[in-house]
């Protein structure tokens, strides 16, 4: 009978383990906030600060949405930018509409792309960008939007989800200046790999969700990318990315979000959920 008593510290931390996995570090949004400096930036855009919402994962159980929202109602951005996988299954797109009309003005002006997550099967994909436009969140799909920002106006380009076969560069660049500062949203970081030197100053993109579960002594896992490069979460400038991903001529630099939801075990371990702040300065 000695080992029940042996077994039962193993089993009492395994059992606290599950329950920080579950219930407390996906409630604990971290806020993060960075300037990203960068020379060539148009002076109309010094200042200006957009919040990187990505991976919201919504479902018709909340799991941690109302805590994302108590994060997102705590900053101001003059720009909230969604980088895919806003929802978790078909009811999400319902679940999603709702999240949205309780944070109202707090997450406004924003602009969307799409995850994987958008394009699995049952989701009906033109009901959940409705859905979106109906309140006023525009979505980028292969496309390129000229957004009102700070004193001036910012470029965008909008890509579909590379992770799932969708993303289309040259279809997505059609109408981009070359000569204008550009952002370009991504899902999936692998996305830049597509990118065959054309103009991205900065890209945000998320899916990876910076590893989810990061062991003790072991890291994370993995980060649900075809062509993994290590691109796991944070700040990469061009350097990084040529040593990492082998991109020469790629972007100036990348952000991935750790991303606010879950996906697959609804768990998390030393890797909180994010909430990233930044602003965009020429010094
Ligand atoms: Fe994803």
Redesign the pocket.
């Known amino acids: 009978m000695s080992w029940i008593f042996a077994a039962v510290p193993a089993i009492a931390l395994l059992v606290w383990a599950l329950l920080h996995m579950r219930k407390i570090e996906p409630e604990r949004v971290e806020i993060t906030q960075r300037n990203l400096v960068y020379e060539n930036l148009p002076p109309e855009l010094d200042g200006v600060t957009l919040c990187h919402v990505s991976?919201l994962h919504i479902t018709a159980d909340p799991r941690n949405s109302a805590a994302v929202a108590d994060a997102i109602r705590s900053v101001k951005a003059d720009l909230y930018v969604l980088t895919?996988?806003m929802i978790h299954g078909p009811r999400g797109i319902g679940a999603l509409a709702k999240w949205l009309d309780q944070l109202g003005d707090s997450l406004a002006p924003a602009i969307a792309i799409l995850?994987?997550?958008e394009h699995k099967a049952r989701i009906n994909t033109p009901a959940l960008i409705r859905e979106l436009e109906a309140r006023s969140i525009r979505v980028l799909v292969n496309e390129t939007a000229v957004v009102p920002l700070g004193r001036g106006e910012l470029q965008v380009v909008g890509l579909d989800?590379p992770?799932s076969g969708h993303s289309r560069p040259a279809l997505a660049f059609a109408d981009a200046d070359p000569e204008k500062w550009t952002l370009v949203l991504v899902?999936?970081p692998e996305g830049i790999l597509d990118l065959d030197g054309r103009r991205a100053d900065l890209v945000l993109a998320?899916?990876t969700h910076g590893g989810q579960i990061l062991l003790p002594g072991i890291g994370w896992l993995s980060d649900?990318t075809h062509n993994s490069v290590g691109l796991i979460s944070g700040w990469y400038d061009r350097h990084d990315l040529a040593v990492k991903a082998g991109t020469h001529h790629g972007p100036k630099g990348l952000y991935v979000s750790r991303g606010l939801g879950t996906?697959g075990w609804p768990l998390r371990l030393r890797c909180r959920p994010e909430l990233a702040l930044l602003t965009l300065c020429r010094e």
Do not use: M, R
């Open positions: 991976d895919g996988d995850g994987n997550a989800d992770h899902h999936s998320g899916h649900n996906s």
